[in-house]
């Protein structure tokens, strides 16, 4: 992609050159799947704040709001505690920094699951409070919203799952995954992260069903790939094993804060006798 951004910072703002590029929409990624085969891979990543998505937009087909933002935003423990104000704020403000890809926002644990009436509340009210294109759930309902599923190891699940291992190692589990997979798809879902699951499940899944899957620890053996930002980006220590960081952005941060916190310290300040002169 050859158009360059620049970014207006003072009104947190993406400005595209040339003119602003036209969204992809949730038809054109799923239809990049034909026939079984993907022939460009689709490009997703997370993004949780406006200056991410200015800065991530250009480089992806979709990004992703995440309930991941519960631990990498919030500090919580899991996604679990995140609610659906937290994720349209986040949603929103994605949406206000991307001119180019179509931004996804999960429906966090809780939001969905009680009924079907339930869940296109929810969806309506995302995508009419922040603007996106698509929400995303671990759970299957149609309404004329456009849908990502997500199958495998759901982290929202990770309560019932007892970790964050990789699903799929025992047949009954890895034939429940697929079956979950497929029924999504027949649901009209347009894409399906298929998430921690090993590489010949991931095969499977992706022969299984006719809707691009979308790989996280799942090999590369998906229609596309989607990782954490932060993650990759290097920003913490510890990040699952699948993950290839591209960056070490917090040794960058650590070293800037460093840097700027040792030329304030060694500041001269005027005696106690003297008095400030402005320049
Ligand atoms: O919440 C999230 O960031 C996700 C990715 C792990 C796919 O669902």
Redesign the pocket.
């Known amino acids: 992609m050859s158009t360059t951004y620049q970014l207006d910072t003072s009104i947190s703002r993406a400005h595209p050159t040339p003119a602003p590029m036209r969204r992809l929409s949730i038809p054109a990624i799923r239809q990049r799947k034909v026939d079984g085969l993907t022939a460009e891979p689709i490009v ?1 990543l ?1 993004a949780y704040t406006a200056r991410q998505a200015q800065l991530l937009d250009a480089h992806c087909d979709l990004l ?1 709001v ?4 519960g631990q990498v935003i919030y500090g919580l423990p899991s ?1 679990v505690p995140v609610t659906l104000d937290m994720m349209a704020a986040h949603g929103a403000a994605v949406v206000r920094g991307s001119w180019h890809s179509a931004v996804v926002v ?1 429906l966090p644990f809780g939001a969905y699951e009680a009924s079907p009436q339930v869940a296109f509340a929810s969806a309506s009210r995302m995508l009419k409070e922040t603007g996106c294109d698509a929400i ?1 759930l671990a759970f299957l309902c149609q309404r004329g919203i456009p849908v990502m599923g ?1 199958v495998g190891l759901t ?1 929202q699940a990770v309560n019932v799952l007892g970790g964050y291992a990789a699903r799929g190692r025992e047949r009954a589990e890895a034939d429940k995954i697929i079956a979950d997979a497929v029924a999504l798809d027949r649901a009209g879902a347009f894409a399906i ?1 298929v ?1 921690g699951v090993i590489e010949p499940l991931a095969i499977e899944v992706t022969r299984a069903v006719s809707c691009p899957t ?1 790989g ?1 620890g799942a090999s590369a053996q998906c229609d596309g790939q ?1 990782l ?1 930002t932060d993650d990759m980006l290097g920003m913490f220590e510890r990040v699952p094993r699948f993950v290839k960081r591209f960056e070490e952005v917090s040794e960058v941060v650590a070293r800037a804060a460093q840097n700027y916190a040792a030329e304030v310290r060694a500041r001269t300040f005027p005696g106690p006798d003297q008095t400030y002169q402005p320049k």
């Open positions: 997703m997370t992703l995440g309930d991941s933002l996604s999960d995303k997500h982290p992260v998430e979308i996280i989607v954490v």
